[in-house]
């Protein structure tokens, strides 16, 4: 028989009452478990519960704090499962995006904040792969925004009045390749201000036909208008019909085209016959002097002429010549400028005095 079973069963008591006091002062000691320890605290709480499992079930109610560890081990849990509802959320939800579009922007910011809300502790223990999945998607829709913010701020800054120049040009030319380079329609809905570009390339368009002059007097000048108003026009509306719709001058460019075709017709043969007859009458010009000089200049103007009538025959027909003839009515023009300022420095001299101080004559 067993007679000593006493001694086992007070050192039970014994040794649970010290351990109970031991765990109280372990409890104590973990404290509070949160989002931003939770990870540096889980060696400590997973030691102190091993050591509260020692005690016998009738004696653990001498730990006065249990209720501590319990809400530790449950503020550690939910710190925890905040990085797996996470991770689950980035799978579920961005996981399927094939690419990222524009259109995700909402579901990515959702997602964006639930990041954010969590701790910095926290997501350091989101994974690797998770992490690149979820960067990369927040990368596309801020490059997105930050592509749109600038199609916005080229537009805000478009000058202002358009004038057909040069400058305008290049500023609505960048504005619309920034806005087709955002390839993605939503992307492009966003662009709250992509009418005022609109607008403003109907007007560079309205500034080039209001740049066409009177019809009535038909010129090279007037002729290289039409073309350049038709051309603009012609690409704003290849390029946007809703922005073409807003030129307001299609009219005006339309009859000066008609101008210009009734012009062409009624002077077509007139005008290469007196081509070439001018051109036949300086065949032998090598050097423009005061003599021949009005017969250059009728070349010139005949050919200018028929330029405007048939540019085609004009050029394949007296091109090379005409540009030979305005290179020596240039000369003559320089020999003339030249002659014209050695005159008058002449005159200058002639008359010219000077004045010296008062001196003894000395006979020379």
């Not at 025959?313 to 020596?328: I, S």
Request: hydrophobic fraction near 40%; proline fraction near 1%.
């Amino acid at each position: 028989a067993i007679t000593n079973l006493k001694v086992l069963t007070d050192a039970r008591t014994a040794y649970d009452g010290f351990k109970a006091s031991e765990v109280v002062g372990l409890i104590k000691d973990l404290g509070t478990i949160d989002a931003d320890n939770y990870v540096t605290k889980k060696a400590q709480l997973e030691t102190t519960e091993a050591e509260f499992n020692k005690i016998s079930s009738a004696a653990s109610s001498s730990v006065t704090n249990a209720n501590n560890l319990t809400t530790a081990r449950s503020d550690y849990d939910t710190a925890a499962k905040a990085v797996t509802d996470f991770e689950t959320k980035v799978t579920e939800e961005l996981g399927e995006l094939e690419p990222v579009a524009y259109t995700n922007k909402t579901v990515v910011e959702e997602v964006k904040t639930a990041y954010e809300a969590l701790s910095e502790m926290q997501q350091g223990q989101v994974s690797a792969e998770i992490m690149a999945l979820y960067n990369g998607a927040v990368t596309v829709i801020t490059d997105f925004d930050t592509a749109i913010d600038h199609v916005k701020e080229l537009i805000k800054n478009l000058p202002a009045p358009i004038t057909g120049s040069v400058a305008d040009k290049q500023a609505l030319s960048e504005a619309r390749s920034a806005y087709n380079n955002l390839l993605d329609k939503d992307a492009q809905a966003d662009v709250d201000t992509f009418g005022d570009l609109q607008t403003a390339e109907a007007a560079y368009v309205d500034a080039l036909i209001d740049a066409i002059g009177d019809t009535d007097a038909i010129t090279n000048e007037v002729l290289a208008n039409t073309e350049a108003a038709r051309t603009a026009y012609d690409e704003l509306k290849e390029l946007d019909t809703d922005a073409a719709d807003k030129v307001s001058n299609g009219d005006t460019l339309e009859a000066a085209e008609a101008a210009i075709k009734d012009y062409q017709e009624a002077i077509g043969q007139a005008a290469f016959n007196e081509a070439e007859a001018a051109f036949k009458a300086v065949q032998a010009v090598e050097e423009v002097t005061d003599e021949n000089a009005e017969a250059v200049e009728t070349a010139i103007e005949a050919y200018n002429q028929l330029h405007i009538a048939d540019a085609e025959t004009a050029e394949k027909t007296f091109k090379e010549r005409y540009d030979e003839l305005g290179a020596l009515m240039q000369a003559y023009a320089d020999q003339k400028a030249a002659a014209e300022k050695e005159k008058a420095d002449t005159q200058k001299l002639m008359y010219a005095s000077v004045t010296v101080a008062d001196q003894i004559y000395t006979g020379s």
